[in-house]
C-alpha cells in the first residue's frame, strides 16, 4: 500500500512540475 502511496505522489509531482513549466510536455 506504501508502495501506491509513493507512485501517487511521484504522479501528481511529475504532473505539477509539467503545470509550472519545469518539464516538457510530453504531447
Do not use: K
Amino acid at each position: 500500500l506504501a508502495l501506491v502511496f509513493i507512485c501517487g505522489i511521484v504522479v501528481i509531482g511529475v504532473q505539477f512540475s509539467i503545470a509550472l513549466g519545469f518539464l516538457p510536455d510530453p504531447g
